[in-house]
């Protein structure tokens, strides 16, 4: 029998789900293996093969997702990378933009950026904003520079020449020149990874690429070849921030597009039960043993966006982190996972992450090393967990190490009640998470009234109808699975890429024959990757990123696929004017439209899922032969709370809380005033009552 295996790879736990040609699923968690991820990738593998009887040779398809560009780039452990730009624009990554995102801190610390200025080298050239040659390309100059590189053994080079998004032939020039007198090393050129306008962050985009490119190559093709000496003869593939799959090659070549892998795939999950549901608003949450994402989801799609940060010095706040201008799905991750670290800060408040104890040495109650204190010790102390329920074969929760970790850390320092200070540790985490979703709906421009939560990942159920009630909402949904839901996501997206460039034109002297080329490239730049993983039936999606004269950003306006006409001009002038309107209430008349930049998205169809209709509808309440002492977020205390076993919950069953419902990956919390009844296909239904 055939098989798909999604393998996603956390910073605490490496997630592997195997789903059989009758769809029927088989998941295991294991800790992350820092050291050499692929070893968990495997280890896992083998265990949940085994499980379900699944021969690794009749494996079809291998989906893969990863932090390790991530972690790479916020714990700077990348290659040594220098940045070869245009002479005079040497210090553009450093002297960032005129935004500050604390505009009255006189003593304000920027990010250090990625490359330091010593590895910045220049060469004299230089293009105008229509790819015009201004200052012709100094051979002789980028000779010198490429010995300097020689001489200094650098493993990579990011190039980045002033607007080759317009024209690239300096850059490619350059990169002729340098592989062949250096033909081992890895270079990123700019206008490949992220043609678009703004120097900054196109600049930032390509040294991120470069800084991760020998560590991600090396590591896909160990797992590659490792995959093979286990018996799989099927393709690997990596899915990318922008919630599509590509191939081993492009994620080598372009990693920086690996850079939200795994939480895009917790997206794509959500994103195909909320279309299974019917619900067309639903705000995804995601909680894992490091981070909590959160992303919105309209029309059964998620939120998608051209740029994103990582590693923010400042939380929540824009322009604190390090750019990154690639298609990604738009969502907000802080450092608010099982593992994430408590402490009391200057003031004596609680503070939670972003230093996260990870698998390595892990949350003290794991007994692995850990002495400092976490989520989920405070869940422990808290009876939310207990060392018989908790459901990790390789892990024996002990209380003992979670209540002397949260008195050293917590509650000593405040001559606080151990007990107490669990409550604040829980408390802390979850407003930090709600307060990250206010902020995410409103910097969307969204009112998160009417919408409902699809929560998943180990930690999520346990928080998430605390977090239903912080933020107003009246249904959550815990679907089957939920432990491993971003790795399940992996098993439901499509092959899909984005290309992306940035062209200037304006609606009143629009150039329709430039228009059209554009549109055609980046087609066909798109659905050249698409078909280097599937021959599947495809659907394309066409954007351009528009503003009025004298703005400084843009909006995306959704266009019909086909070749522009001569009333093309007027056609993009009224669907600019409408999107505006949605966003902000009124157009502004007589001020002139410009097109900045285009974006296509080729994608593979998938077949819709099955419809399924939710209900508080129940036929019968469930049995509560077990209890313990839990404490309870609406009552402000401890009280008897039933435990319930999820395996022997059948379809109808209706809980009230309070309640604890056990799995094998994740634990679901219900307060006193919760309630809750399984659907048919065996997801939590889950609302509020007692006017809470």
Request: aromatic letters at 6%.
């Amino acid at each position: 029998m055939g098989a798909r295996i999604g393998a996603d790879v956390g910073g605490t736990f490496t997630d592997i789900v195997i789903e059989r040609d009758d769809r029927t699923l088989h998941s295991a968690k294991v800790l992350t293996t820092h050291d050499a991820p692929e070893r968990g990738i495997l280890d896992g593998i083998a265990q949940v093969a085994a499980e379900a009887s699944v021969d690794l040779s009749n494996v079809e398809q291998i989906i893969h997702g990863t932090t390790l560009a991530t972690n790479a780039l916020i714990e700077r452990r990348g290659a040594a990378t220098a940045l070869v730009t245009t002479e005079g624009f040497r210090d553009v990554i450093e002297t960032r933009t005129e935004s500050r995102f604390e505009q009255y801190d006189l003593n304000i610390e920027l990010p250090t950026p990625l490359i330091e200025r010593r590895d910045r080298l220049v060469v004299s050239e230089r293009l105008n904003a229509q790819g015009d040659t201004l200052v012709p390309f100094d051979e002789g100059g980028a000779q010198a520079t490429i010995r300097t590189i020689a001489e200094r053994g650098y493993e990579a080079v990011a190039v980045g020449f002033l607007h080759s998004y317009r024209n690239p032939a300096h850059e490619h020039r350059f990169r002729q020149l340098l592989l062949d007198e250096l033909p081992d090393l890895a270079v990123s050129i700019s206008a490949e990874v992220s043609p678009q306008m703004r120097e900054y962050e196109r600049f930032n985009t390509v040294c991120a690429n470069a800084y991760v490119q020998p560590l991600m190559a090396s590591y896909l093709i160990r797992l590659r070849d490792q995959l093979h000496e286990r018996g799989t003869t099927c393709p690997l593939y990596l899915i990318h921030s922008g919630g599509g799959l590509i191939d081993v090659d492009t994620a080598a070549a372009f990693p920086v597009r690996l850079v939200e892998s795994g939480p895009a795939g917790g997206a794509i999950f959500a994103a195909d039960l909320a279309r299974r549901y019917g619900r067309d608003r639903v705000l995804s949450f995601d909680m894992g043993g490091t981070t909590a994402k959160i992303s919105m989801i309209e029309d059964f799609t998620p939120d998608t966006a051209k740029t994103f940060e990582v590693d923010r010095t400042a939380r929540f706040k824009k322009g604190s982190g390090m750019p990154i201008s690639i298609p990604v799905i738009d969502m907000i991750e802080i450092g608010a996972g099982g593992g994430s670290i408590a402490g009391v800060d200057n003031l004596g408040q609680i503070r939670i992450g972003p230093r996260s104890a990870g698998s390595e040495p892990g949350p003290a109650a794991y007994d692995l090393g850990g002495t400092e204190p976490t989520v989920t010790d405070a869940n422990l102390e808290l009876g939310r967990l207990h060392p018989d329920t908790f459901g990790a074969t390789d892990i024996t929760l002990s209380p003992s190490r979670a209540h002397i970790a949260i008195e050293k850390g917590v509650a000593a320092p405040l001559s606080m009640d151990i007990a107490l200070a669990a409550v604040g540790i829980a408390e802390v985490v979850d407003e930090n998470m709600a307060n990250a979703a206010r902020v995410h709906a409103v910097e969307n421009g969204k009112d998160l009234a009417g919408y409902s939560m699809i929560a998943f990942g180990g930690g999520a159920p346990l928080h998430a109808a605390r977090l239903m009630d912080k933020l107003g909402l009246d249904e959550l949904i815990v679907p089957p699975g939920a432990g491993v839901g971003s790795a399940i996501g992996f098993l439901r997206a499509p092959f899909s890429y984005e290309a992306v460039r940035s062209f200037y034109t304006t609606t009143d002297q629009f150039d329709l024959e430039a228009a059209n080329s554009v549109l055609d490239a980046l087609t066909e730049e798109a659905r050249s990757f698409v078909r280097a993983g599937t021959d599947a039936p495809v659907t394309v999606q066409r954007q351009v990123a528009m503003r009025y004269k004298g703005q400084g950003w843009e909006i995306p306006v959704a266009i019909e696929d086909g070749q522009f006409d001569e009333h093309a001009a007027q056609g993009l002038a009224h669907a600019f004017t409408k999107a505006y309107i949605e966003f902000f209430g009124r157009a502004i008349d007589d001020v002139v439209i410009e097109a900045v930049s285009w974006a296509v998205r080729v994608a593979s169809v998938i077949a819709p899922p099955e419809r399924i209709d939710l209900s508080m509808d129940h036929d019968h309440s469930a049995d509560r032969p077990d209890a313990r002492s839990v404490y309870d977020s609406a009552l402000g205390h401890s009280v008897d709370t039933a435990i319930v076993h999820r395996s022997v919950l059948g379809s109808g069953t209706r809980v009230e809380g309070p309640a604890v419902i056990i799995e094998s990956q994740t634990t679901t919390v219900l307060a006193s005033h919760h309630r809750m009844v399984v659907q048919s296909d065996g997801s939590l239904l889950i609302t509020r009552g007692n006017g809470q």
